[in-house]
């Protein structure tokens, strides 16, 4: 079984601060895919990198996928409070099917 | 344009009674799934489909719980005796397959509270 570990479970910062989130496994993905989930709504995607090495960047949101895909990395720049919610990696295997879950970062940005 | 949708939001039952929860995927999307999220936890795949055909299911999904996709559109998610064990948020996302690629696009949830 897949498995992705994200890290730090809990992370509460000052609005205009920096800050990275992780997802590591063991395992290699052929994609992996990042969601930001609010309270009682399901998760919103934000980004799905592919290739190993592979940035983007969404505003102040940079995504990195390691180059051996199996970690990935969140960098957001002067979070904000709208930042706030539920940071979850998702990863998927070649072509099909279910995607595993990493258990999500709470974020908390405070004013 | 229309996301997934989920009906109901919310569900309260009684341990014992049947649940039936409804998604309506993106149009065209051929692919549909089930997940189910617990607190603290990322989601859990349940099934998914291919147009009307289940083509695989988890070992979370017992002889309790059937999905149906009729038409390849819509689907249907039952949970027959609920047991205070099953309660969650019940989430169903789309997709359209791809040659290289598939994104799932999740839809609001259901949350399922046995009592």
């Known amino acids: 079984t897949q498995l992705l570990e994200q890290s730090p479970q809990f992370l509460s910062i000052q609005e205009g601060e920096n800050l990275t989130v992780y997802c590591n496994s063991s395992?290699?993905?052929?994609?992996l895919q990042w969601y930001r989930q609010e309270p009682g709504e399901g998760p919103v995607l934000l980004v799905t990198?592919?290739?190993?090495?592979e940035v983007k960047k969404l505003k102040r949101l940079t995504f990195q996928f390691g180059d051996a895909r199996k970690d990935s990395s969140l960098h957001i720049t002067a979070a904000q409070p709208g930042d706030t919610g539920l940071y979850l990696c998702a990863g998927g295997e070649g072509g099909s099917e279910k995607l595993v879950f990493g258990k999500g970062t709470k974020l908390t940005v405070n004013p | 344009d229309t996301g997934v949708s989920q009906n109901p939001r919310h569900k309260i039952t009684k341990r014992g009674q049947n649940v039936t929860f409804r998604c309506d995927p993106i149009?065209?999307?051929?692919?549909l799934y089930w997940y189910r999220q617990t607190l603290g936890q990322g989601p859990e795949f349940l099934t998914y489909f291919q147009n009307e055909a289940q083509l695989e299911k988890s070992r979370l999904l017992s002889d309790r719980f059937s999905a149906e996709r009729p038409k390849g559109s819509f689907s249907t998610l039952e949970i027959q005796r609920t047991e205070q064990g099953d309660s969650a948020m019940y989430l169903c996302?789309?997709?359209?397959?791809?040659?290289?690629?598939?994104?799932?696009?999740f839809g609001p949830g259901t949350r399922l509270l046995v009592l």
């Open positions: 149009s065209e999307h051929n692919r």
């Open positions: 996302a789309s997709s359209l397959v791809a040659v290289y690629q598939e994104t799932q696009y």
């Open positions: 395992s290699v993905f052929s994609s």
């Open positions: 990198v592919v290739t190993g090495g």
